[in-house]
């Protein structure tokens, strides 16, 4: 008899002892998440430092969780195509779209609102009601970007003829040379771009929206390491809704100039 516990013992000791150790290395990682570049007030470059809304909000949450994270900010079809094969833990931030839950797991609460809007140069403004509006113009958006289905129809269909770039900076270039009639990007983020550039009033929003204000999430990766990990999950949405609850997004958000 006691051979046999002893043989146990040699057997599955060592199994326990992987398995250990195999979770005492996925917890020593870091969470890697990708988040658009230059994206202010919600991601960006200062001095050298990062910094930004969706930046703050989730290195504080990760801080509560004890545990590390790395955030690099790349172009969005980059963080886009790094969530569908893994090469991300994680992203920031994203509309919620139905089709995109094949790849992502998206994350409760969102970690801010925002609205999508046209911008012209002052003096070309015109009423936006739909697509259609923009039917024969030349629109700037940045890659990859998905407004909604009714835009991305247009689009495929050819009645918007879209140019895509890696960054609203350069789509604001590009309508003050005159080599776009307009852009859609997000409204507040746009707008202090528009006036760290000296831009203020000689490139505006049109009033209605392309997409209403909405919230944007922090997203898992289905191919990456913690979308099966129902606890980690849980611990983070407990994390994000007591950082709302508390009135630390406010904070971060009023630190940025938004109300």
């Known amino acids: 008899m006691r051979c046999i516990v002893l043989l146990r013992i040699k057997i599955f000791f060592p199994l326990i002892l992987t398995l250990f150790m195999s979770e005492a290395a996925l917890c020593s990682e870091e969470f890697y998440v990708m988040s658009e570049q230059n994206a202010p007030p919600y991601v960006f470059i200062e001095n050298g430092k990062k910094k930004g809304i969706d930046y703050d909000i989730i290195i504080e949450a990760a801080r509560r969780m004890g545990i590390d994270v790395k955030i690099d900010f790349v172009p969005w079809l980059r963080m886009y195509k790094s969530l569908e094969n893994g090469a991300c833990d994680g992203g920031s931030a994203f509309f919620h779209i139905k089709e995109r839950e094949s790849f992502v797991i998206y994350i409760n609460p969102p970690i801010h609102h925002s609205s999508y809007v046209v911008f012209v140069r ?70 202090i771009q528009l006036r760290n550039a000296g831009l203020s009033g000689k490139i505006v929003p049109l009033e209605h929206p392309v997409i209403e204000a909405r919230g944007l999430h922090l997203v898992l990766s289905r191919a990456g390491r913690y979308a099966k990990d129902r606890n980690f999950i849980s611990r983070l949405e407990s994390v994000l809704r007591t950082m709302k609850e508390d009135g630390t997004f406010q904070n971060i958000y009023s630190l940025y100039g938004l109300p």
């Open 122 to 191: 002052s003096g070309e403004e015109f009423e936006y009601s739909s697509p259609a509006s923009l039917y024969g113009k030349r629109v700037g958006v940045t890659r990859g970007y998905r407004l909604n289905k009714e835009f991305s129809e247009a689009v495929t269909s050819g009645k918007i003829n879209i140019e895509e770039v890696d960054n609203v900076s350069l789509n604001i270039q590009k309508i003050v040379t005159g080599r776009l009639d307009c852009m859609v990007s997000n409204r507040d983020a746009t707008l």
